[in-house]
């Protein structure tokens, strides 16, 4: 299966790309995290398993700069003085982020813009091409569509196109496999694995079986 051009001429080489330790996040008064300690090592695909409530969302989100830890620290290995650390991931949530009034091609160029004036020289990727994402991920027929008359699937698919964007070391996916069926399941598994391949680190959290370097138990960790 032919991936789209940044995959395919991308090399991540720092390790670790990411490492937080001591992490403690507090949500509504309510202590999720304590005293977490995680790495990333290029080439990694790393599950975070858990019962509901065990913080998973939690932890990507404050690696993704989203949320504030009470306490310790994150860093990324790939950040440079142009460059803030959260400018090496991309985040992918529950939630599919995009604008129903606009089309397909309209949100995914959205995207593009800030994804592509981000960050320092070291980190901006190529010029980016938003066909190439959308035909990565089989939506190109739907690129005049407005998102708000796409199945769930679709739009999980268009989100999903997000991560070709741009070249980003860090993948932060938050079930990145609901609402699609068999074959659209089966083309993250793949841009998955040539993601780490280019030795890019994922840290995903999934309730459907992924192939995994490692596991993260947070329900050991608490």
Known sequence: MALTPP???????????????????????????RDLAIALAPGETVL???????????????????????AGT????????????VETIHYLGYEDALKPSLTVRENLAFWAAILGTSGGKRHRAE????????????????????????????KRRVALARLLLAPR?????????????????????????AHAAAGGAILVASHQPLATTRTLDLDAAA
Do not use: C
Not at 48 to 70: C, D, E, I, M
Not at 74 to 85: C, L, Q
Not at 172 to 192: K, S
């Open 169 to 193: 070391p860090i993948w932060l996916l938050d079930e990145p496999l609901i609402a699609l069926d068999v074959g659209a399941q089966d083309l993250v598994v793949a841009h998955m694995a």
């Open 48 to 70: 975070v398993a858990g019962r509901n409530g065990a913080g998973k969302s939690t932890l990507l989100r404050t690696l993704a700069g989203l949320l504030h830890p009470a």
């Open 127 to 154: 010029p980016i091409d938003v066909a190439a994402a959308l035909e990565a991920y089989g939506i190109a027929r739907l690129v005049d569509l407005p998102a708000g008359y796409l199945s769930a699937g679709q």
């Open 7 to 33: 995959l395919a001429r991308v090399r991540f080489l720092n390790a670790p790309l990411l490492a937080a330790d001591g992490l403690t996040v507090e949500r509504g008064g309510r202590l999720v995290l």
């Open 74 to 85: 994150i860093a990324y290995g790939r950040a440079d003085e142009e460059t803030s650390g």
